[in-house]
């Protein structure tokens, strides 16, 4: 697989990288809360399952809150949400920028902050 090189989130990590080493991470436990956040991704309780696990939010238990995988872009806007950093993302029209701003809604709500999404 071509490595994925960005430039964001802290010191411009190589990001293919980091989302396979937080993937192995995954103890037996974060397996097993993967598996409640797919089986509410989609409806209202999503929130409520993502803010049982906040102290343990990852990159891979935000995506899989989502019924698709991820592009690479997403999976990047979702790690600087999570690194805390503030996000400005333009990409042509149809090439996903909602799912980037529901991960930072989900981020906000599962640490039970406010979140403000608009579209033109």
Known sequence: AEELKATG????EIWA??????????SAEMLQALEEIKAASGSPSIVDV???????????????AFPFG?????????RSLKDGCSLVLSAPTG???????????YVALAN??????TTP
Do not use: M
């Open 9 to 12: 989130g802290v010191n411009g």
């Open 17 to 26: 990288e980091q989302w396979q080493a937080e993937q192995d991470a995954l």
């Open 50 to 64: 993502l803010r049982k696990h906040r102290d343990s939010l990852s990159v891979p238990l935000v995506a899989a």
């Open 70 to 78: 991820l592009d690479d872009y997403q999976l990047q806007c979702i």
């Open 95 to 105: 090439a996903g920028k909602t799912v980037a701003g529901e991960a930072a809604v």
């Open 112 to 117: 039970r902050k406010r979140a403000f999404y």
